[in-house]
């Protein structure tokens, strides 16, 4: 394939319509910014309305539209009004790309089941349940779902094991998910991040207490731009899973 080829098929998402969640910092953020500039119509979901509000600004530089939604989507009504509002401001979706979530550290001994109630909701019932409120949406154009996941499922450490619970999870789910609607013309992503520079990580560097080094983590940008290239790709063929980690490793 020719690097036209690949420009031209880019240029093909334009006018697309895609639903970002955690669009207010990080992943989310970058990716909503990378697909503004092919020309997408966004539909942004955050919980922070002011920085939501700022990322919408950005994406309208070069987005055709966009609709931001203030939603916590631990919340069944926020859920509700949530998807209500996207099948009324939007007439399909052709991506779903879910990057919400939340980690939270301490050994078995020192954390309690309310803790793993609050990751539980916010890394997996609330992508099952904003997938399940859209699916009509996505199926009825061939749309693309990609689940933004963890490289922690493949090695679970002390200290992680809640938040690693949530992330086999998802896998779990995002791989029936897919079993159930290839049939339907629907690709199902999954992206497994190694340690990447967003507020998540700088905030568990805290908690661990080491030293933080953005540089030498994946940028945002970086799994923004894989993610474009791969929501390019003709629909003879599927990426199922891609895992990213960081090239160095971060000095103890």
């Known amino acids: 394939m020719t690097y036209g080829l690949v420009f031209n098929l880019m240029k093909n998402l334009s006018g697309q319509i ?3 969640t955690g669009a207010s910092s990080g992943i989310g953020k970058a990716i909503a910014l990378c697909l503004a500039e092919q020309g997408l119509t966004l539909c942004l979901i955050g919980r922070n309305p002011s920085s939501l509000e700022s990322v919408a600004s950005s994406a309208g530089k070069s987005s055709s539209r966009v609709y931001s939604y203030q939603a916590d989507l631990t919340k069944d009504d926020d859920l509700r009004s949530l998807v209500e509002g996207i099948k009324n401001d939007v007439s399909c979706i052709n991506l779903l790309v879910h990057c919400a979530g939340v980690l939270t550290t301490g050994r078995m001994e020192d954390t309690s089941a309310t803790d793993f109630d609050s990751q539980y909701y916010s890394n997996v019932r609330a992508p099952y349940a904003l997938t399940k409120g859209l699916l009509p949406m996505i199926t009825s154009c061939a749309g693309q779902i990609v689940m933004m996941n963890s490289s922690i499922w493949q ?3 002390a200290g992680l094991s809640q938040y690693a619970a949530t ?3 998802l896998k779990g789910f995002t791989d029936s998910l897919r079993d159930e609607v290839n049939g339907d013309g629907v690709r ?3 992206m497994f991040l190694g340690r990447t520079a967003t507020p998540m990580q700088a905030d568990l560097h805290e908690q661990q207490g080491t030293s933080y080094h953005p540089e030498l983590l994946i940028q945002p940008e970086d799994v923004a731009l894989t993610l474009l290239s791969l929501l390019a790709l003709p629909h003879s063929s599927e990426v199922t899973d891609i895992h ?3 090239m160095k490793k971060t000095p103890s």
């Open 18 to 20: 895609a639903v970002i």
């Open 155 to 157: 090695q679970a450490r």
């Open 167 to 169: 992330k086999y999870a």
């Open 188 to 190: 199902v992503l999954s």
């Open 244 to 246: 990213i980690r960081p």
